[in-house]
């Protein structure tokens, strides 16, 4: 995600911000940019790349004079990386210029707005918006300003602010992103993180939403959103500058899982209308299209494929399109049916894995439509495809995917229900509920992550442990395929996953008194069927763990261990599981002692064959 660094002292504030710049490194960019105030004016650097390139630009900061300014790394959202869309933005006429994390959902309506009154812009971003905002609103009072320019904002957002008309200050506020204020004897500082200000302070102020902050190189003052000074609690930072990168969560993994909620938001939140519609963003494709398709693929690899299991169940149920679900690395080699009244939906965090890539390609020379679901803007499969549909997940640092998976299935639930509404296969009453439980997601979710010391109990009993199974059926198998998969990479605990009614088909000859079972029994038309594939393992001595909804007190008189989780859509379930399974897989890694960020022979971006 974005990483914001501000500045205002008595040392010159390039090299700090630089240096700072450098801290937030970890949290995954592609382009960066600082912006300097002196005597009245500001200057900016800015270019997509390493920091480092931005680095020789301005010789390490020294030909940049003045002790107050802000910086920036981009992780592109809106608009792929450029030298254009990097941050800092100026307003129209240059006075302001600002930084930016986070997504502005009604950016294109305020763009409009702004091209209106003649404002041009210089990049594709939702960032520029602001900084023209801040002209238009411009009172003279720097805090009023603000306060009426994030009026008119929705989405989330930390902003750090430079007006050449207040050269003794800087300014920042946020809403939905996170951003400190931190205080030092040389000078004062906003961050995205404590990270990037370690090497000067352990002092800071955590805003909350809403809050502003101006600050001045000896003093700093914090205001609520109606414009009241309020008395901020000054918090002294204990992290090690590692602990700190991680959020103070040991390990990137479990700070992406914690992080679900808000990725999930972030994701569904722009793409659902004032009218209770879905609206698209990335997709060009018309009704007439969409039913002149007479069949999906959906090609993916690894945890990705499991999202395209999910959907194969989904889109089939909602949108009544046939879906055929394929790993790319089979796809590619097996002389597909595909043409040109075929959908690909490619699904891919990095969208750069080789494999993914080759599928789409294939698919492309044989006249397929390629939809893709991307989190990394500007990826290779991004800009091949027809149309893209970003996953707003940030960067995933962890090689195990989590978040990125839980907001790629959360774009199959969107694109089922957006093809059903287009082909007029669903009602609106069931729309319209569908999508408040879509929404809801995220607290659901919330209701688990709470319950992670109880999970981190029963996942110790579990390191100890040479094989699991993983059982379930319909959307429960799907999930069972990323349930075992969690576990595996980085315990390496063996383990499988198995459709439950499959397993007395051979399977079962490996269950023996001991044996763990965990059985995913969500479903609930098949949840009888499930129960009696629990029986069935338990006849034989497993240890069953089964996971179900809350009130599936049945379940409890079956397995050995019940977690009960919290109900949603039917459709949505998997979204809800697979989290108690994310835990599971996390502490039993962690309880074995594992390098669990990085396990044994796996990459992050799979770009070799
Ligand atoms: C497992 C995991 C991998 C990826 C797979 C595809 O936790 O992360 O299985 O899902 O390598 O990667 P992307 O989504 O980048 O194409």
Known sequence: MCGIIGFIGGEQAAPI????????????????????????????????????????????????????????????????????NSHPHRSRSGKFAIVHNGIIENYATLKAQLQDKGCEFASETDTEVIAHLLEQNDTGDLLETIRRTVAQLEGSYALGILSEEHPDEI????????????????????????TAVLPYTRHIYQLDDGEIALLRRDDVTVYNAEG?????????????????????????????????????????????????????????????????????????????????????????????????????SEFRYRMPLVDERSLVLIISQSGETADTLAALREAKSRGARVLSIVNVVGSTIASESDDVLYTWAGPEISVATTKAYSTQLTLIYLLAFYIADALGRVDTLTLRHALNELIALPDQIQ????????????????????????????????????????????????????????????????????????????????????VSNIREVKARGAQVLCVTQQGNEAAAQQADHVFYVPRTYPLFMPSIEVVPMQLLGYYAAKARGCDIDKPRNLAKSVTVE
């Open 447 to 530: 209701k688990i992550l709470d319950q992670a010391p109880q999970i981190e109990q029963f996942a110790q009993r579990l390191c100890y442990l040479d094989h699991a199974y993983f059982i379930g059926r319909n959307l429960d198998y799907a999930v069972a395929l990323e349930a075992s998969l969690k576990l595996k990479e980085i315990s390496y605990i063996h383990s499988e996953a198995y459709a439950a009614g499959e397993l007395k088909h051979g399977t079962i000859s490996l269950i023996e008194p001991g044996t763990f079972v965990a059985a995913l029994a969500c479903c609930e038309r098949l949840f009888d069927k499930t």
């Open 171 to 194: 300014a920042c506020v946020r809403c939905a992103s996170p951003l400190i204020v931190a205080l030092s004897d040389g000078g004062n500082f906003i961050a995205s993180d404590v």
């Open 17 to 84: 911000l630089l240096g700072g710049l450098k801290k937030l490194e970890y949290r995954g960019y592609d382009s960066a940019g600082i912006a300097i105030l002196e005597n009245g004016q500001i200057d900016i650097a800015k270019s997509k790349g390493r920091l480092e390139i931005l680095y020789d630009k301005i010789d390490g900061g020294r030909s940049f004079h003045g002790t107050a300014g802000i910086g920036h790394t981009r992780w592109a959202t809106h608009g792929e990386p450029s030298d254009a």
């Open 228 to 328: 009241r000074r309020i008395e901020k609690e000054l918090k002294t930072i204990t992290w090690s500058v590692a602990a700190a990168e991680k959020g103070g969560y040991e390990h990137f993994m479990l700070k992406e899982i914690m992080e679900q909620p808000q990725a999930i938001s972030a994701t569904i939140s722009p793409r659902i209308g004032n009218d209770g519609r879905i609206v698209l963003d990335g997709i060009s494709l018309t009704k007439e299209e969409l039913k002149a398709f007479h069949r999906i693929f959906i090609l993916a690899c690894g945890s990705a494929y499991h999202v395209g299991v999910v959907g194969k169940y989904v889109i089939e149920e909602v949108a009544r399109i046939p879906v055929e679900v394929d790993i790319a």
